[in-house]
């Protein structure tokens, strides 16, 4: 898994690349924590070019967008197709992110 | 009907190959898919649900059972059975009790708990064994681009 964070302006954008999977999530937890305290408002996480998540994949998205949230920010997921979009659909994250 | 029996550590860095192993048991179930040696492709709705219950089980084994991994192996079954792939791995982990599971609430937007609804919804039937030693069992049938029984 690779991973490239993006700032412009108020914006961010992360875009995750491979398997967001147990093995992985560590990698990008530091990322994440690291955007919440920088008080980023305005994220975008691209999973287009993810092939397979799991539920410890989901887990630090959400945990991502309602930190953001709870800030006053937003998250936006999108490019989420394959693997990832039938566990977007079956955990009905499709509803809560413009995937 | 064809079977292979694998044997591997109980170890998350295992999880990359035992993925992709699965991924091409999932190709011989159901019509010939492009094969790629260097991406996962799950496209197919099968492969992309089948995966994922058998990769909630393995983290499951590892995280819980094995309290995040051990040198112990666990054994792994797989049979295609005409258009059904059926998967048995068996393990001396710490079991769980499935009563004391339940549905996540996805309304809150849950950070975990989902692993065992995962399997549940993506398979024709999941069955859990506590031992020792713990037997997981997962089935489906290739039903084509649309998966539901």
Redesign the interface.
Known sequence: MKYTRTDSDDATTLEIIG?L???TVPEIRSCVDTLVDDDRQDIVVDLSSV??I???G??VI??L??RVRAKGGSVEVTGVQ??PA??FK????DR?FAT | MESERLTIPAQLSKRPALIAHIARACGRVGPARPASAESLELNDPFDAEYVSAFSEIFNNIVLHGYAGGSEEHIEIDIRVDDDELITRITEHGVPFDPGELSAPDLSQLPEGGMGIYIVEAFVDKFDYEPGPPNTWTIKKRYRGQDQRP
């Open positions: 398997t999977d147990a093995l092939e397979l799991d539920s410890s989901v887990a959400v945990s967008y309602k394959g693997q039938a566990i079956l955990l009905r994250l809560v």
